[in-house]
């Protein structure tokens, strides 16, 4: 194999920097982040953390449509979030509200999607955020022609987008990918796997070795990490993001992690996993995993931890406040910011529309 071939392979391993009892661990090639990365990363984590087990709950109350949880895989979310510059821009799917709100998108905004909301609920230009993508893989697509129209401006934006295992079975996937290799552009593509497309496994997908294994077949750099290791997935997205913004193409980082509830609230997952598998991976928890480390390290104390969660707690009381505010609409809000020019057969449901919200105020 030529070394250019080999230097496109991911490690056998998936870099680890911090172990499940929190030690360190020496990897060749990557350094762990400095003390006040890790701590701010913690710090979010425990934010991330506090995020789902909200939603979850507005879900249960009713002010949330669905919610997909990211319930053990918010080491990814942030990681994500924290390796861009201002000015990069992050595509997300349908499970990364975290990231998006690491990414300073607020809370309310963030979920108005979820909640059934018109629109994405956020200016994606004013955060550098494409709105949350529900289709599976077409946001891969949008940030290869968003990279592909920052190189040709001359412009040194970096995007980075997320997708999950599944997505890596769609072939909008494969274009994306094929796409940014053959023009060389400035994308990370950062697969979340958690081993389940909804109920279908990775076996199911891919006879691959691993999915960063696909990036050779591209021309492209490929590596995997451990997704529940904070400190890894950051050293490995930040050399990606470098290396992407110094002109040397895309990459396609795998991060092994797990999906510890359900697809969404409306998914059965005991109909496909069992519940022995789940609970193996309680002890990989990327929250305290970070946390026995910097308890070790002597950098988080008591103090800390209760900063942290009073500040998480800060942002799940804006969340439930904005949800539990009644949004007043209008019907014909279905009809505004769809066609520049309404065509004929959308003209003809508008006017049955306004003749029947005639009717309902006149005998109200």
């Not at 021309?219 to 990490?225: D, E």
């Not at 598998?277 to 995993?289: A, F, G």
């Amino acid at each position: 194999m030529r070394d250019a071939d080999a230097a496109q392979l991911p490690d056998a391993t998936p870099v680890q920097l911090i172990d499940e009892q929190g030690a360190r661990v020496e990897r060749a090639g990557y350094q762990l982040p400095d003390t006040a990365t890790l701590l701010d990363g913690y710090a979010a984590l425990v934010r991330g953390r506090r995020i789902n087990e909200q939603c979850n709950a507005l879900v249960r109350q009713g002010r949330l449509a669905v919610y997909p949880s990211s319930h053990g895989q918010e080491a990814c979310q942030i990681a994500a979030a924290t390796v861009l510059g201002e000015r990069d821009w992050l595509f997300p799917t349908y499970r990364d509200s975290v990231a998006v709100m690491a990414k300073g998108v607020s809370p309310e905004d963030t979920m108005v999607l979820l909640r059934g909301d018109w629109h994405s609920g956020y200016d994606s230009r004013e955060h550098c955020v494409a709105p949350q993508a529900t289709p599976l893989a077409t946001q891969m697509l949008h940030a290869v022609g968003f990279a592909h129209a920052a190189k040709l401006r001359g412009e040194e934006t970096v995007v980075l987008a997320l997708c999950g295992d599944g997505a890596t079975s769609e072939g909008d996937f494969h274009e994306a990918m094929n796409f940014a290799a053959v023009f060389g552009l400035p994308v990370v593509f950062f697969v979340q796997n958690n081993e389940f497309a909804i109920s279908v496994p990775l076996s199911r997908q891919t006879a691959a070795p691993s999915l960063a294994h696909k990036a050779i077949g591209y021309g492209m750099s490929g590596q995997r990490v451990d997704g529940n290791d904070f400190a890894a997935v950051f050293s490995v997205l930040s050399e990606a993001v470098a290396r992407a913004r110094a002109g040397s193409g895309p990459s396609l980082i795998e991060a092994h992690t797990y999906r510890m509830q359900a697809h969404t609230n409306a998914d059965d997952d005991t109909r496909y996993r069992e519940r022995e598998e789940v609970q193996s991976w309680i002890c990989r928890d990327p929250l305290t995993r970070l946390q026995s480390h910097l308890r070790e390290a002597g950098v988080l104390d008591d103090e800390a931890e209760e900063r942290f969660a009073a500040e998480a707690e800060l942002v799940a009381a804006e969340l439930r406040e904005a949800m539990n505010r009644e949004v007043s609409v209008h019907p014909s809000e279905l009809f505004e910011h769809v066609f520049a020019q309404r065509p004929a057969t959308l003209e003809q449901q508008w006017e049955l529309l306004q003749d029947e919200i005639v009717r309902t105020e006149a005998s109200a």
